[in-house]
Each structure stands twice: as structure tokens, then as C-alpha cells.
């Protein structure tokens, strides 16, 4: 996400409902979720001082993961951070879910994917087709332009779910 407001912008609010009304914030996602029962063990944000936003799957700490992750995903560049980050315990199963906050419709549209070939973007267009693949998504659809951050976000997803065998979710706050 862009450089958060001082009291103002998706971001901000989104913190700021975190801490301020935890309780109410967990009861909505879960509705959301369809999980009136489960219950959300939080990894970020926390309200630890000088927290950083997780990225990639970094969250997620298990060197097979690690290891499967380098080979899916380029490791130069920038990676994608995460605006919330929660384990959704809902009986025997868990589930992580994958928060990205959005005010409006707008904040949908993103730069570019900026990746250079010597930067992996050749793995990152691999990557975006083989998810697009498994979706039904045209191949000609580009993936590289306006949404591009929305569909990083799918190909982690598509990660979690089909090669580490870790059941998540993406939700849009």
C-alpha cells in the first residue's frame, strides 16, 4: 500500500479500527467469512510499535514453504505486502487470510508490474499465467498492467492454496 495518512486514507482507518475496536473488526470479518463461530488469531497488524507490514510469505514460518516460494516467486524487487494478516481457527480447521484494504474502487487501479527480465519478470509472467490458467482466465488477459497488484495478490493466494497446500483466503477490506 502507498505511504499511509495521518488520520486519513484506507490504510489509517483500517489500523486504527484494529486497535481501536478489535472486537467489532473481528465480528465483521468473520461474518464476512462465514465463520460466525471461528475466531481470528492475529499476526499483523498487532499494534506492536514500529511493526512492519509482512511481505510476500514471510508470515508463514517454514522453510519448505521458503523454499517453494523462491521457486514460484522472484526474490529481487519489491514484494507484496500485506495490510492485515490473520489465522481464521474455525474448529479443526485453519485457514489464513490474506487482507488487503481498499476505500474505493480506484485504489483497484495500480502501476504497472515493474520487474525487469534480469528481475524475474519472465518468473513473474510465468507465474500470472499458470494462476490465470487455473482460474479460466483468458491468456491474453494481461495481468502486467493496470490491476497488477490485484493479481499478485491471486498468485500468492494460488500459492498458499495449491503448492503449499495451506488452505487461505483473500479478503477486501
Request: aromatic content about 10%; hydrophobic content about 40%; overall charge positive.
Amino acid at each position: 500500500m502507498g505511504k499511509r495518512g495521518d488520520g486519513f486514507g484506507s490504510e489509517d482507518h483500517f489500523l486504527r479500527y484494529r486497535s481501536d475496536r478489535p472486537v467489532e473488526l473481528d465480528r465483521a470479518i468473520l461474518a464476512a467469512l462465514q465463520a460466525p463461530r471461528g475466531r481470528l488469531e492475529w499476526i499483523y497488524p498487532c499494534g506492536v510499535q514500529d511493526e512492519r507490514e509482512p511481505t510476500g510469505v514471510s508470515f508463514v514460518e517454514d522453510p519448505r514453504i521458503s523454499a517453494l516460494w523462491k521457486d514460484f516467486w522472484p526474490q529481487r524487487g519489491r514484494a507484496q505486502t500485506w495490510d492485515g494478516i490473520a489465522k481464521l481457527v474455525n474448529g479443526d480447521v485453519v485457514e489464513w487470510v490474506l487482507i488487503e484494504v481498499k476505500a474505493n474502487a480506484p485504489e483497484f487501479v495500480t502501476p504497472p508490474c515493474a520487474a525487469s527480465r534480469e528481475g524475474g519478470r519472465s518468473v513473474i509472467e510465468r507465474t500470472l499465467n499458470r494462476v490465470k490458467s487455473e482460474l479460466g482466465v483468458h491468456r491474453h488477459h494481461s495481468w502486467l498492467g493496470t490491476y497488477y497488484q490485484y493479481a499478485n495478490r491471486l498468485a500468492v493466494l494460488s500459492f498458499l492454496n495449491n503448492r503449499a497446500k495451506m488452505p487461505a483466503r483473500l479478503l477486501h477490506v
